[in-house]
Structure formats: structure tokens, C-alpha cells
């Protein structure tokens, strides 16, 4: 099952088919559209995604990253 949240007016999921990727939506869920497009080197697969501050975390199974671009870019958190 994807993991989702809500950021600001959007909800940000891993997607459903391909835990390389993330999908946001700006109608409660109702569609979803690409955000990020994956890269199985870093950040790799997503496993949970959180809120700290202004960034988005992601869990993946290459560590822990951040995203100050609501997951456009990714980037290791040391």
C-alpha cells in the first residue's frame, strides 16, 4: 500500500506501482499526476514518507533524504 501525506494543499504519495516514484494531488486524491520520476540508484526505492519543517523526508532503502522542492529533487541527509 502507498504511503501518503499531506504537504500544504497537496497529498504526496509513493506510487502504487512503482516504489521508485511519487505522485501529488491537488483535489483531495480524486487525480494524481507525476511528481517525481524515480532513479533506482539514489534516493531508490521509497519506503515512507514525513513533514519536517518546510522539507519532505523520504525513506528509502539507500538511507534518508530530503526534498526542498516537495519531492522534485532528493537529496542524502547526512
Known amino acids: 500500500m502507498a504511503v501518503e501525506i499531506k504537504k500544504g494543499r497537496e497529498l504526496i504519495r509513493i506510487c502504487v506501482e512503482n516504489n521508485l ?4 494531488s491537488k483535489d483531495a486524491g480524486a487525480n494524481w499526476s507525476n511528481r517525481y520520476m524515480g532513479n533506482p540508484t539514489l534516493p531508490g526505492n521509497f519506503k515512507d514518507l514525513s513533514v ?3 522539507d519532505l523526508m523520504g525513506e ?4 534518508l533524504f530530503y526534498s526542498k522542492n516537495n519531492g522534485k529533487s532528493w537529496y542524502k541527509k547526512d
Do not use: V
Request: charged residues 45%; aromatic residues 10%; glycine residues 18%.
Open 21 to 24: 516514484k511519487l505522485e501529488y
Open 60 to 63: 528509502t532503502d539507500k538511507g
Open 52 to 54: 519536517s519543517g518546510k
